[in-house]
Every structure is written in C-alpha cells, then in structure tokens.
C-alpha cells in the first residue's frame, strides 16, 4: 500500500486536520508520502517531515498552487495520484473542494467523510446526516479518500524525519483567480480542534449576547461555536457553525445553549464526549442527548457559570 | 446564457431514517421525499439570475425513477423552462452521475451550471467537483453569493477560515451553501403551468454512459445511539458533575 496524504495548510503552517488524517493513512498501510502543494511553503514541508509515520514529503512549490485552487492543485494530485494505491485528505473545505475533481480525471469514485478503515479497501461513513453509518467496499483501483478527522486520532506533529523532495510542477488550468479572502479572526483554539467547545443558538436572542460565552470559553480554553439558526439570524459568522453542513466536532466537553436539537445540529456534535445542554425548553431534542441537562434561563445561568468556573 | 440546474430527490430533511433490520439500507418506503434543500437553493439562484436578465433559459435535470419528476415539477412551479429526467432503476455511483451530467452538459451548452454542495442522503459533496473536471470548467464550491457579468462569475464561497472569493471564467460550475439565498415557495397558478412545461425522459443508454459499480454498500448500521442522561437543578451542581463524575474540567 502506498498513500499520498495531501497536507493542509495556509502556506505558512501545517494546519492540524493533516495529523488524522496521516493516522487514517497508517490505519491502511505504511508507506505514507505527504504532499505540500503550494507556494513559498517551504516551512511547510519542514512541519512535515517531522510528521511522525510518513516515509516523504512531496513539495511543489509554484505560484499557480498558492491558493489551492482545485483547477490546479487537482491536475497536480491526478498525475501524481497513479503511482499510488490511495490518495487521502483531510475533508476540510479544501479537501471536498479538491478530491472529487481529483478522482474525477482518475476516473474513479470518491469516498467522503470516512469516520474508520476496515480494510485497504473497506470504509465506513455516515450517511443521513449521521443518522445511518455505511460501511462501503470500493473496487477502485485507486482509492481517493477524505478523512473525517474527529474520527481518527492525530499522529504525533514530531518524531518524524522524511525525506524532502521538491517536484517541479507548474499546472495553472488558467480558468480561474483568487480574488481575495475574509477570514475571520480569532485567537481561540480551532474549532474542528478544541478540547471544550462551548456553542450559542438561536435562544442567545442577538450576537451582542454572543459574549456572554466569550469568558466561559476564556475559562475553559474553549471555541464558540453556533447552531445555523444562530449564522442564518446573522448573530455570528458562518465559519462558527457546527453541524451537517458546518463543521463536525468531537470534543470532550461540549456545551449546548439556548440550542433546540435538531437533526442537522446534532450531525455536528453527537460524537462529543460529554454534552451539556442549557435550554429553558425542558422538551428540546437536545436533552436527548445530553449527559448533564439543566432547564434554566440560559441569560440567569450563564453569568452564573463563568463565576464558577 | 442557458444555465443547467441538477436536482435530487431525497428523505425530506425532518424526517428521521430508519435504518432497515436487514442493514442493507435505510427505510425509504412511505417516508415523506422532497427536493434537496441544496438543490433548491440552486434552482433559486437561476431564477434569480433569469429575473435579473442574465440567465435567459434554466433546465432542470435529475437522475432517477419516475418518481423524481414530481422533483422537477417542482423546479418547474418555482421558475424552471424545462426538465429532463434521466431514467435510472437504482441510485448510480456518484462519478457515473457526474457523466451523466457531463454528457447533458455537451448537449445542452449551458454558460453556467448550478448544483447544490452536497445531498442531504449521501452526504458526499462531490458530485459538482466532479462534473467541473469531466468537463474541464472552473467550479467554486460552497457559493454564498454569485455575480455574473463581463463574462465570469465571481463567487464568495464559505471555507473553513472565513469567505474566499474566486473569479471564474464561464462556462462553470457552482454548487451552493445554505446561506446563497432563502428559496421561494410555488404559488398554485405556478404549480399548474408548469405540469404543462416540457419534460424530457433520456436513459443512459442514450447518452452513452455504461453505467460503473465501483462502490459496494456492505451495510448499513444505526449510529450508536446515546441516551439521555441526568437534568440537574443548578449551576453548581452541573460545575460539580463535571468535575467529579465526568472529569472533564
């Protein structure tokens, strides 16, 4: 079995998906290529090969790569991509954006969100929002594979020492630009990342209220997170969305507030190892599935919380 | 421009599956089916593009059984020209729908093709990526607002970070996120013209695409499923629970 893991990162960093996603890839096989696609990510490469299990790191430094952009960086990973029995990335806004168009000129099938690896060749994934888990068998000759990354835990970022190898690659498909992006600020931990996240919904009534989870997170080393009521009111932006169509997160401690429950939310957090759940509604779906629930006024109970913590 | 919308059937997003005792599948039999929501911010998006004088046809295609023409009778009631439905027995795998849609792209010559990002069923979100490689055409996944002028679209689409914007050269493809806009409901004198809008049945066959069965569902299982566990009656009780029971403060 040989992988090519594509690693994630921003140029500068390797940003921490890359880790389950290498542990998925040693769960198949050993042989493990990492490959650092971008421009000026020389930093990048070095993170990598550090990355304990992978045997080399690809580097492929050019300016077409510098965004990623799926028309480019997917010709790149397509004629590298058959000399390898499977091709993994993290299933990140990149990873989904770019794997389908790889697998598309390998003409073979993608497998999406896999949560464990049965065999090289068998996968399991849930489908239905969560609500069903598939277990499907690809007869691909090569297998291209995003990995969900709460489902496998991260390889050591250290310990490692592959071998660097530059490639030099130019593909600029010269159908599409970068423009410019938005990205919000925040100087807490990742949210596909934290240990504790603590998440608002539309019970949080503005996003002035919003803040009111800001010193709880501040106690707990916490990322806030939102339900799509919350994103849809405009309270906060749209990256903070945890859910079937936002972000997945498994963390030890999640909590729940002024959040109902409902299927498309729960898609998001299920896997968490504890979930609280503060709603005034003792009805909500949400206590379904919570460890601790408390039936209070979330505006009563919050400030109370942060006092004792 | 012509712009092509593809659009799918599926369990209606409240309803909650049922995994049959077999674990081949999950129970579809008697569930309530709607059109994807994603799919229906698609045909949203052309009808807007069209009432704003950019898009001057939409064709709506789906692929399955007869049943998903009451699908695009719906796209039609909110503002599709016309339908055709590709007529498949069972659900192909994804990339065998990407060429079915690649092959109707050939035909149609759409300026701009709109999906929706994933499917509310088999979750995979990749079925756009793949059209946008099999017909060599720019994609900008997860769009939250598209503008279409001197021949490219710019999109701003949500990724992990925050927004990016692209710009595109046309023809292209883009899927749609939630937040692109809030769809319309069919209003009845809609919904009876467009049971006399054209709808074309194509197999296939007839577009020249054997159909792969690279991808074997071995079963189905039910989640693990978690129970409800313990209300308790103050903060200091819950900060407590916490630190004793669960240990994780």
Redesign the interface.
């Known amino acids: 079995m040989t992988t090519l893991v594509i690693a994630e990162h921003d140029n500068a960093e390797l940003k921490p998906a890359t880790l389950n996603t290498v542990a998925a890839a040693n769960a198949i096989g050993s042989d493990i290529t990492l490959l650092v696609a971008g421009s000026g990510c020389q930093a990048v490469a070095e993170q990598a090969a550090q990355v304990a299990g992978v045997s080399k790191v690809l580097v492929a430094d050019s300016a077409s790569f510098e ?1 990623q ?3 480019n960086v ?1 010709l790149l990973v397509a004629e590298l991509g058959t000399g390898y029995s499977h091709i993994l990335a993290p299933a ?3 990873g ?10 390998l ?7 896999i949560i464990s690896v049965e065999s090289a060749d ?1 996968f399991t ?16 000759a090569i297998k291209v594979i995003t990995v969900r990354s709460t489902g496998f835990d991260p390889v050591a970022a250290t310990g490692g020492s592959a071998a660097i190898d530059a490639i030099s690659a130019e593909h600029d ?1 010269g ?10 600020e925040s100087d807490r931990p990742e949210l ?1 990342a934290a240990g ?1 996240v603590i998440s608002g919904g539309r019970g949080m009534g503005n996003g002035d209220n919003f803040k009111l989870l800001d010193g709880i997170a501040d106690k ?1 080393g916490a990322a806030v997170g939102a339900s ?1 009521a919350a ?2 009111a405009g309270f906060v ?3 903070m969305q945890v859910g ?2 936002g ?1 997945i997160v498994a963390p ?2 999640y909590i729940a507030v002024g959040i109902s429950g409902a ?2 939310h729960l898609a998001g957090m ?1 896997d968490s ?4 759940a503060i709603n005034k509604d ?1 009805d909500a779906p949400i ?9 209070a006024d979330l505006f009563e ?1 919050l400030p ?2 942060e006092a ?2 | 421009m012509k712009v092509l919308v593809a659009v799918k059937r599926v369990i209606d997003y409240n309803v909650r599956v049922r995994v049959k005792a077999d674990n081949t599948d999950v129970d579809l039999a008697n569930t309530k089916m709607a059109l994807n929501p994603f799919c229906e911010i698609a045909v949203e998006e052309a009808v807007r593009l069209k009432e704003k004088g950019v898009a001057d046809e939409i064709v709506v295609v789906s692929i399955g059984d007869k049943a998903c023409q009451e699908q695009l009778r719906t796209s039609l009631a909110l503002g599709a020209d016309r339908a055709i439905q590709i007529d498949v027995a069972t659900a192909p795998d994804p990339l065998s729908i990407a060429k079915l849609l690649a092959k109707v792209v050939e035909q149609e010559q759409p300026g701009l093709v709109l999906l929706g990002k994933q499917a509310i069923d088999s979750d995979n979100n990749q079925t756009g990526q793949m059209l946008a490689a099999l017909t060599k055409m720019p994609q900008a996944t997860f769009a939250s607002e598209l503008v279409i002028a001197d021949g490219k679209a710019t999109v701003t689409r949500e990724v992990d970070g925050g927004m990016q914007t692209l710009a595109l050269s046309l023809p292209a493809v883009v899927t749609t996120d939630l937040r692109l806009n809030e769809p319309r409901y069919a209003s009845l004198p809609n919904i009876m013209k467009a049971k006399r809008k054209p709808l074309a049945v194509m197999t296939p066959e007839e577009l020249g695409v054997t159909l792969s069965n690279n991808l074997t569902t071995l079963r189905v299982d039910t989640p693990p499923v978690r129970s409800a566990g313990v209300k308790v009656e103050s903060v200091a009780e819950l900060v407590n629970k916490l630190k004793t029971e669960a240990k994780v403060l």
């Open positions: 965004h952009l799926a028309e997917s990140t806004t990149i989904k954006n770019l794997l389908p168009r790889v697998a598309a000129l003409d073979v099938n993608q497998i999406s969100d068998t994934r849930p489908i239905y929002a969560g609500n069903a888990i598939a277990t499907v068998q690809s007869a691909d498909a159908n599409s630009s970068f423009v410019a992006n938005q990205l919000a596909t504790v707990l799509r994103v849809d932006p749209n990256d079937q169509t972000k030890q401690l299927i498309q299920k190892k504890v979930i609280v003792e206590f379904q599935v919570a460890d601790y629930g408390l039936v109970v109370e919380l004792a913590l």
